[in-house]
């Protein structure tokens, strides 16, 4: 299968401060990319998502930045508050499968200290 | 309506139970999906479904049985389970080939 893995299994940042979540993939034919958030006991929530053509997306409070050349993606969040404590994942597409099929990485633990 | 609605929430079946999980979209999406979640772990692709047609069975044990009665509902019968089966079972829908919604999932435990 694919390989989505992630640098950093736990990030703990102070309430306030900004965040980044890291994520590595291997296929370089993935064409589009989503970050979703997973609280406990929760089903994951779609945070934002980004296609290959594209280096930088942004939402509220929450950046993706895509670098293809190292096959390399991010997760920023500013001024990260207590409610952001959750886990995330990145997934990642590669439109070969001819299938909406998504495989995901290993997910980041975000402790926010307040 | 922008919900993914799975029911029951949790479920407590012995190994010989036959039992099933529902999954339920309003959203007009034509693509569903199963997912099983172990503890810790990231989601892992089950099955696929498209325009009520299987497209993707990930090798998934015939004691699980997906069924897509129409475009809004998606089944899992569940059948002689194993206690290792015990996990978070998450459905998930899409459309156009981008984004996934998920529902909250049911916690199944097999004893």
């Known amino acids: 299968g694919e390989s989505v893995g992630l640098h950093l299994p736990t990030l703990s940042v102070q309430e306030g401060d900004n965040s980044i979540i890291n994520c590595a993939y291997s296929?370089?034919?993935?064409?589009?990319f989503i970050w979703y958030k997973q609280e406990s006991g929760k089903g994951p929530q779609f945070i934002i998502d980004?296609?290959?053509?594209?280096d930088k997306r942004q939402g509220q409070r929450v950046t993706v930045l895509l670098n293809k050349t190292v096959k390399h993606l991010s997760l920023q969040i500013a001024a990260t508050q207590p409610g952001d404590s959750a886990v995330y994942f990145c997934?990642?597409?590669?439109?070969?499968?001819?299938?909406?099929?998504?495989?995901f990485g290993s997910g980041t633990k975000l402790n926010v200290k307040p | 309506d922008t919900e993914v609605t799975q029911t029951p929430k949790h479920l407590v079946m012995g190994m010989t139970n036959k039992k099933s999980l529902k999954c339920e979209q309003h959203?007009?999406?034509?693509?569903m999906y199963w997912y099983k979640q172990k503890a810790k772990k990231p989601p892992e692709l089950m099955f696929v479904y498209s325009y009520e047609k299987l497209s993707i069975n990930e090798s998934v044990p015939s004691r699980f049985s997906p069924e897509c009665p129409n475009s809004s509902l998606l089944n899992l019968h569940l059948h002689a389970l194993q206690p290792e089966d015990s996990a978070l079972y998450l459905c998930?829908?899409?459309?156009?080939?981008?984004?996934?919604?998920f529902g909250s999932g049911t916690r199944l435990t097999v004893v």
């Open positions: 296929n370089s034919a993935s064409d589009y």
């Open positions: 959203m007009g999406h034509r693509a």
């Open positions: 980004i296609r290959s053509n594209m």
């Open positions: 998930a829908s899409s459309q156009d080939n981008y984004g996934y919604t």
């Open positions: 997934a990642e597409r590669n439109e070969g499968n001819n299938f909406n099929k998504f495989y």
